[in-house]
């Protein structure tokens, strides 16, 4: 299991935001705001050079970000993904810029449909090795439907080992919020780690709800040591007191050597 660190920004700072509150740009409601570092998005970006944590997420939370994204994509260059509002239209501009990899969802659904033309092309555009799939997604009606604007819109796409096995065809990896965990340092959703662990094809990131150690160890065992880990607001890095950001790569860096993945 690898340590998928993030830099998530909203209005161009580095916060820890619970996701579930988001709400679109004309809203009234402010998001509810866990964390606001004083330390530029570069200072992150060294930090998990550093520490060789390739793959880590910088996700734009809203307009506002490009420049901080630049500015933590720059750090590092090809050791971060960049996401939020990509389409066909600016993803290989942010590969240009230095992201390995882009992260889409909403852009290839419709209407709460997955557009598989729209995907098919969006992976032709920037190459598959160089596209993840956002498949964040909320309980209902005992099934995890994948949502998207930013996490308030159900579509009907549900996750099924079927559907993980026949969209990892258009992507190198998937990256999945448990939305209804996410940001609330209450614990990981243990039935879709399982679910997420069901399909191998490419390489899924597991994010939300981790608290303490004891629930890295939980994403280890129940994952079957398939799945990776993003921790955000429980970080001591971003104000948290569960987890200690090196006890963390210090796990994760054992268990990797442990499970023999390379």
């Known amino acids: 299991m690898k340590f998928r660190p993030c830099i998530d920004l909203h209005d161009g700072k580095v916060k820890q935001i619970i996701g579930s509150t988001l709400r679109a740009g004309g809203s009234v409601a402010a998001p509810q705001t866990n ?6 998005p570069s200072h992150y970006s060294r930090m998990y050079r ?22 933590a994509l720059a750090a590092w260059p090809g050791g971060l993904q960049v996401g939020g509002g990509i389409n066909g239209d600016n993803a290989g501009l942010w590969l240009e810029r230095g992201a390995s990899h882009v992260i889409v969802t909403s852009n290839v659904f419709h209407d709460g449909i997955l557009d598989e033309n729209r995907l098919r092309n969006l992976c032709n555009l920037v190459g598959r090795r160089h596209l993840v799939l956002d498949l964040s997604c909320r ?5 995890y439907f994948v949502v ?14 079927q559907v993980l096995d026949d969209l990892a065809e258009y992507c190198d990896e998937f990256l999945v919020h448990a939305v209804d965990v996410e940001g609330k340092c209450m614990g990981v959703d243990v039935r879709l780690i399982e679910l997420l662990a069901t399909s191998t094809r490419v390489p899924v990131t597991y994010a939300g709800g981790v608290s303490s150690m004891a629930d890295l160890e939980l994403i280890a065992e129940a994952g079957g040591g398939k799945l990776d880990a993003t921790v955000g607001s429980a970080l001591d890095i971003f104000g948290g007191s569960g987890l200690r950001y090196a006890d963390v790569v210090a796990f994760c860096g054992g268990n990797k050597q442990d499970a023999g993945n390379g």
């Open 50 to 71: 550093q520490d060789d944590l390739t793959g880590g997420h910088v996700i734009m939370l809203g307009p506002g970000n490009e420049k901080a994204a630049i500015e």
């Open 148 to 161: 998207t604007n930013r996490w308030q819109k159900f579509t009907r796409l549900a996750i099924t080992r």
């Open 35 to 40: 964390f606001s570092s004083r330390f530029p």
């Open 139 to 143: 309980y209902k009606d005992d099934k």
